[in-house]
């Protein structure tokens, strides 16, 4: 780490507590370096989603994906069995599987044509006949540490603990009284934010504080003042009540039940549940204040498509809703009149784990 990249780091004190802690500094959200350096630790040591399980139920069903700018695929094989790699292949490091995700018999690189079987050996290699020193045995595809959790893949490029201990059994048991497999992915939206990635996961856990202000729909339905705030040691749950009386029409017929659970899960996957239909969202840096977030809808299978229509789009108006805000705080994190504000108590102890996290993180 150069020395000016340590001292952005040495910048955040993560030892306060809230009532005494500020966010983490503007150079964190604006320097390149320190976007390098987030590749290399927070986004290479965390679990990353790679897929659903649903596109993968059939040998040879296969989906990829890139992780922190890794090319990365997985794949069924005959045998039954998950497995990820790196979707690279071992000739000249062209990427073997082109598809966002699909079915093949068998993975060949569409750059010379070497093939690989759906568990990752390699098998063919045309005109290679006379290459000295050559073990097939030892060129198959590099594979990566993978594991499923409810309806989802995950992968991590570096060593680290297991998803299991790293979801820790609180939050494993939770979800798993909301019956998720019970859901059906039904569509896929992806949304620009002119902002650093880190920007939009602040305002995801600012524990309501910006409702009332930015979502006036979403706020009709929520009951503010009782929204609340649980942090366990890699995610947060925030939780509202719903209210039905005085919801505004488009959200009320569609955020109903007893319960908003949005649980954000370190560093950059959402998950947002209303009564048996639930959103994720996917944070992915697409450069230091550009940001992709890829929202992926599930409903229950007895829900009317005109319902799961009307449901996508209030999720929609509410992604629209952040879009100028984000832009806004970027262009004040870069300005010389700001480098850290403070943290509510009240509303934003999940903004303070999530800097605490990061924090510890970047520095080993
Ligand atoms: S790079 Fe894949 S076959 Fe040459
Ligand atoms: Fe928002």
């Avoid at 070497?114 to 020193?133: A, Q």
């Avoid at 299991?164 to 059994?169: E, I, K, P, V």
Wanted: glycine share 8%; net charge negative; hydrophobic share 35%.
């Amino acid at each position: 780490m150069n020395s000016q990249l340590k001292q952005i780091v040495g910048e955040y004190e993560p030892g306060l507590p809230l009532d005494h802690s500020s966010t983490i500094p503007s150079s964190w959200y604006t320097s390149k370096d320190f976007y390098e350096l987030e590749r290399k630790t927070v986004f290479a040591r965390s679990w990353q989603l790679a897929g659903r399980v649903d596109q993968v139920r059939e040998p040879g069903n296969y989906v990829t994906s890139d992780i922190a700018g890794e090319p990365i695929v997985i794949v069924r094989g005959n045998d039954g069995v998950l497995r990820a790699f790196f979707n690279v292949c071992r000739h000249h490091a062209a990427a073997v599987m082109t598809e966002p995700h699909g079915k093949a018999a068998q993975l060949r690189c569409p750059y010379h044509g070497w093939t690989y079987s759906l568990e990752g050996e390699l098998k063919g290699t045309p005109d290679f006949s006379g290459v000295c020193s050559f073990d097939r045995a030892q060129n198959g595809l590099v594979p990566l540490e993978f594991a499923e959790w409810e309806n989802w893949l995950f992968v991590k490029l570096d060593h680290g603990p297991t998803l299991r201990d790293f979801l820790g059994a609180d939050l494993i048991g939770q979800t798993s009284q909301l019956q998720l497999s019970e859901l059906h992915w039904f569509e896929r939206r992806h949304y620009s934010f002119d902002c650093n990635w880190k920007v939009f996961v602040d305002n995801y856990l600012d524990g309501g504080y910006h409702v009332p202000y930015l979502h006036k729909g979403l706020d009709s339905v929520l009951d503010y003042s009782n929204y609340m705030i649980e942090n366990g040691a890699h995610h947060c749950l925030q939780w509202s009540p719903i209210v039905s009386e005085g919801a505004e029409a488009q959200t009320g017929a569609v955020r109903k039940g007893d319960r908003a659970l949005y649980y954000w899960i370190y560093p950059n996957f959402m998950i947002n549940w209303y009564d048996g239909v639930m959103d994720t969202n996917l944070v992915v840096p697409r450069g230091v204040d550009q940001t992709e977030v890829i929202f992926d809808f599930y409903f229950p299978d007895a829900m009317s498509e005109e319902a799961r229509r009307e449901s996508v789009a209030v999720g929609q108006r509410i992604q629209d809703e952040d879009t100028a805000i984000c832009k806004s705080v970027q262009r004040g994190l870069n300005s010389r009149a700001y480098d850290r504000g403070r943290l509510s108590v009240r509303r934003e102890a999940g903004e303070h784990l999530f800097h605490r996290l990061l924090h510890a993180d970047v520095s080993r």
